[in-house]
């Protein structure tokens, strides 16, 4: 061991080489931090001692190294969320949730007729003013929740708990959207409210249960509604229907009989011309005409004289009486 150290001992190093390795170190540390690369998502904002300098485009840039410039990156092109009541996996922003301890009182609104609501929702937003984002405001995450949370209240605050748990949900997202986008602009926080979505809304726990059953009774009500509407739109159409089926067949039964009456009308003005041109020939026919329509029905027909006084010693009743059997 004693001869190993000695023969490292016995390396020369001189000043120059020391100075060499030292420009080395130097040159490389200048290298190393005189460049950096901006994401394709984000844009870079560039301090130069502390102060704003320029804001740059994704890609490689060089800049002045030993801390002269700094860069922060912004993601202007990412959505970014923040999340009220719950937290999901994976924040890709760091104000995205809050304490989970922190929940409970953040969701726990009082409603315009003095009832509370546990409301879960979500905001949606894009930076799209780099500078206004990281200047104009001292934490601009933590600001957007509180502006978020403060719309919220006043929204809900302004409509019933009935509302809010059923028929409300897309105005109030309409209105807290509008909201929360006016308060970020007066604050130039550079920010744009995509959208404001609500989770879940339920009514407090103590009175959980009984909110379920109404919610129950109302889905059978509207149920039923819809049973009973489906039936009367199944049947009254089938009873127009048949209204107008009947209608039409005595339209048309009604212009049969009046037709076939002008008919019978004609046929007795055209017989009353010929038979006052000549009465005893259109008679004649007339009662032709009658017996060829009456004779063919009639089985048994007996033919008598005018000059005839009696006809039962010509008839025989038994074989009349079998015939008509």
């Given at each position: 061991m004693d001869k190993s150290k000695d023969q490292l001992a016995d390396i020369p190093v001189s000043p120059r080489q020391i100075g060499f390795g030292i420009v080395v170190a130097l040159l490389g540390y200048i290298a190393y931090s005189s460049y950096y690369t901006v994401s394709a998502e984000s844009?870079?904002?560039?301090?130069?001692?502390?102060?704003?300098?320029?804001?740059?485009?994704?890609?490689?840039?060089?800049?002045?190294?030993f801390g002269i410039d700094t860069v922060v990156?912004?993601?202007?092109?990412?959505?970014?969320?923040?999340?009220?009541?719950f937290g999901t996996p994976g924040a890709t922003f760091n104000r995205q949730i809050t304490n989970p301890q922190e929940w409970e009182l953040e969701t726990t609104i009082v409603t315009g007729d003095l009832n509370t609501a546990l409301v879960e929702w979500v905001i949606q937003f894009r930076i799209e003013n780099a500078f206004d984002f990281l200047f104009k405001v001292r934490d601009p995450g933590a600001a957007l929740r509180d502006i978020s949370e403060s719309v919220m209240r006043e929204v809900i605050g302004d409509r019933t708990v009935d509302e809010?748990?059923?028929?409300?949900?897309?105005?109030?997202?309409?209105s807290a959207q509008t909201k929360m986008q006016e308060v970020t602009n007066l604050y130039e926080m550079g920010l744009r409210i995509d959208q404001v979505q609500l989770k879940n809304v339920n009514p407090p726990k103590p009175v959980q249960a009984s909110f379920d059953e109404v919610n129950e009774a109302q889905q059978e009500r509207e149920r039923m509604i819809n049973v009973a509407r489906g039936e009367f739109n199944k049947t009254v159409p089938r009873a127009k229907g048949r209204a107008s089926q009947t209608i039409q067949s005595s339209e048309g039964y009604a212009i049969q009989r009046v037709n076939q009456a002008e008919g019978?009308?004609?046929?007795?003005?055209?017989?009353?011309?010929?038979?006052?041109?000549?009465?005893?020939?259109?008679?004649r026919r007339l009662y032709l005409?009658?017996?060829?329509?009456?004779?063919?029905?009639?089985?048994?027909?007996?033919?008598?004289?005018?000059?005839?006084?009696?006809?039962?010693?010509?008839?025989?009743?038994?074989?009349?009486?079998?015939?008509?059997?």
């Amino acid at each position: 061991m004693d001869k190993s150290k000695d023969q490292l001992a016995d390396i020369p190093v001189s000043p120059r080489q020391i100075g060499f390795g030292i420009v080395v170190a130097l040159l490389g540390y200048i290298a190393y931090s005189s460049y950096y690369t901006v994401s394709a998502e984000s844009v870079g904002v560039v301090q130069r001692i502390g102060h704003y300098h320029e804001v740059v485009e994704p890609g490689l840039h060089f800049k002045i190294p030993f801390g002269i410039d700094t860069v922060v990156q912004v993601p202007v092109k990412r959505q970014l969320k923040e999340e009220f009541g719950f937290g999901t996996p994976g924040a890709t922003f760091n104000r995205q949730i809050t304490n989970p301890q922190e929940w409970e009182l953040e969701t726990t609104i009082v409603t315009g007729d003095l009832n509370t609501a546990l409301v879960e929702w979500v905001i949606q937003f894009r930076i799209e003013n780099a500078f206004d984002f990281l200047f104009k405001v001292r934490d601009p995450g933590a600001a957007l929740r509180d502006i978020s949370e403060s719309v919220m209240r006043e929204v809900i605050g302004d409509r019933t708990v009935d509302e809010v748990l059923t028929i409300g949900r897309q105005d109030i997202e309409a209105s807290a959207q509008t909201k929360m986008q006016e308060v970020t602009n007066l604050y130039e926080m550079g920010l744009r409210i995509d959208q404001v979505q609500l989770k879940n809304v339920n009514p407090p726990k103590p009175v959980q249960a009984s909110f379920d059953e109404v919610n129950e009774a109302q889905q059978e009500r509207e149920r039923m509604i819809n049973v009973a509407r489906g039936e009367f739109n199944k049947t009254v159409p089938r009873a127009k229907g048949r209204a107008s089926q009947t209608i039409q067949s005595s339209e048309g039964y009604a212009i049969q009989r009046v037709n076939q009456a002008e008919g019978d009308f004609s046929k007795f003005n055209a017989l009353l011309t010929e038979y006052v041109k000549a009465p005893a020939v259109t008679k004649r026919r007339l009662y032709l005409e009658t017996m060829a329509e009456v004779l063919p029905r009639v089985k048994n027909k007996v033919i008598l004289d005018d000059k005839a006084t009696s006809i039962l010693p010509l008839l025989q009743l038994n074989s009349i009486k079998g015939n008509e059997k």
